[in-house]
């Protein structure tokens, strides 16, 4: 495609709220640039969001266990990323920022049908919204995965969600209005890494075989996503901010088609993320390199 140009690159970086990845890989990578629309004209447009959608799923359905269980394990670090870019990230009329709460939900009856669940969670969605809010605009920020009961229900669904900004409402109330079943709800403070801890247990059904043809996880819209920068110039960049007092953890692995991969993790202190470090010249300059 000619009006796609194409990044070449060994180093890329993850910023996920206050999570910042590095990796270095063995082999180069090749990926296409995002660019505007006035950039590529509004023909070919359209031809480059196809383009991208070919990219993000190239793999095709899993059609080995191999390949079947990378799949799950994307999707898993997707969803890690995902929390850690919305967690803490909005506030109160306060100004403080909400704490992440956990819900899970179960159905009284006995229901297996996901249109059918979902179609019901959403419209718990709406009621909570209006509820909360009195908006009709659903202002509730949220990501949620479904889970079978398979040992005691015989495969009924029920869903775990994790709310990045609900305010505190009764649980009194949290039952009456979902008016479906069990409702469970925790406030998740203590936990090292509140998103490894939430993934760990919302993700431990990911390679059931019922979830092949649907979405493993859903989320809110508008959601905060992890920006993705590619080469070394964005990645010495980031580098050079990180302070000193930022928590690390580094590890070596082989990959089959990448090579052998080093990867670095940064766990920025006091919940900062990346603006609180790099200034806004800094990162308009690596801007560019954003692959997200």
């Known amino acids: 495609m000619g ?40 023909r070919a447009t359209a031809k480059y969001k196809r383009w991208l959608r070919n990219i993000a ?20 670090k997707t969803l890690t990323r995902l929390i850690d870019s919305n967690i803490h ?3 109160n009329a306060k100004g403080r920022p909400y704490p992440p709460v956990f819900l899970t939900l179960t159905f009284a009856e006995d229901i297996r049908d996901q249109k059918q669940g979902n179609k019901l969670f959403t419209q718990f969605i709406k009621n909570l919204n209006y509820y909360l809010f009195k908006e009709k605009k659903n202002i509730l ?12 229900r015989d495969g009924v669904i029920h869903y775990h969600a994790i709310f990045y900004n609900l305010p505190y409402i009764k649980k009194e109330k949290l039952d009456k209005i979902w008016d479906r079943g ?16 939430v993934t760990k247990y919302m993700a431990k059904n990911f390679d059931d075989v019922r979830l092949d043809k ?26 050079n901010v990180i302070p000193n007092t ?11 088609y ?18 609180t470090y790099m200034n806004q010249e800094d990162f308009q300059e690596i801007k560019q390199y954003d692959i997200s």
């Open 246 to 256: 930022a928590q690390v953890w580094e590890k070596n692995f082989d990959t089959q």
């Open 182 to 197: 069990f409702l469970g709800v925790k406030e998740v403070k203590k936990a090292k890494s509140i998103s490894r801890y």
């Open 3 to 42: 009006t796609i140009k194409e990044l070449h690159f060994n180093k890329k970086t993850i910023t996920s709220g206050n999570i910042i990845e590095q990796m270095i890989y063995q082999r180069e990578l090749t990926r296409g640039r995002k660019l505007t629309p006035r950039q590529l004209g509004k």
């Open 57 to 76: 799923t190239w793999e095709g359905e899993p059609t080995t266990p191999e390949s079947r269980k990378l799949s799950m394990l994307r999707a898993k």
């Open 214 to 239: 649907h979405k493993r996880y859903f989320s809110s819209r508008d959601l905060i996503k992890p920006k993705v920068y590619a080469g070394d110039f964005a990645y010495e960049k980031i580098r």
């Open 141 to 152: 920020k949220y990501s949620v995965v479904i889970e079978f009961q398979d040992k005691t």
């Open 89 to 91: 990230q909005y506030t």
């Open 258 to 275: 990448k090579g052998k991969i080093t990867k670095t993790v940064f766990t920025l202190p006091n919940k900062d993320d990346l603006s």
